[in-house]
Nanobody, 126 residues
Framework: QVQLVESGGGLVQAGGSLRLSCAAS????????MGWFRQAPGKEREFVAN????????YYADSVKGRFTISRDNAKNTVYLQMNSLKPEDTAVYSC???????????????????WGQGTQVTVSS
């Protein structure tokens, strides 16, 4: 069983920055592929970014590329999402997810992930 706990959400003005954190339990965190997703009211869950085991490989949705940066600290069992130049359309509940089983290789899809955090609200005002 893996537990994920997000933090760092809040209210920020357009153009501002936030850094989300996701702390994971488990002794093999370095083997997890980690992802961030978001869901705005009335919309489907949307892929944001993912990061492979060593952190050397990352992938971003086009909507956040160049503004968001995903990183991980395997010593702290934590993955981060640095969000800069925030826009009102970034407003959503942001959730981190962990792929433990490696049974599905499309890491843009939520189906690739076995465990999810409870989410943290990010609100960007115009």
């Amino acid at each position: 069983q893996v537990q994920l706990v997000e933090s760092g959400g809040g209210l920020v003005q357009a153009g501002g920055s936030l850094r989300l954190s996701c702390a994971a339990s488990g002794r093999t965190f370095s083997r997890y592929v980690m992802g961030w997703f978001r869901q705005a009211p009335g919309k489907e869950r949307e892929f944001v970014a993912n990061i492979r085991w060593s952190g050397a490989s990352t992938y971003y949705a086009d909507s956040v590329k160049g503004r968001f940066t995903i990183s991980r600290d395997n010593a702290k069992n934590t993955v981060y999402l640095q969000m800069n130049s925030l826009k009102p359309e970034d407003t959503a509940v942001y959730s981190c997810a962990a792929d433990v089983s490696h049974s599905y290789s499309d890491y843009v899809s939520p189906y690739a992930y076995d465990y999810w955090g409870q989410g943290t609200q990010v609100t960007v005002s115009s």
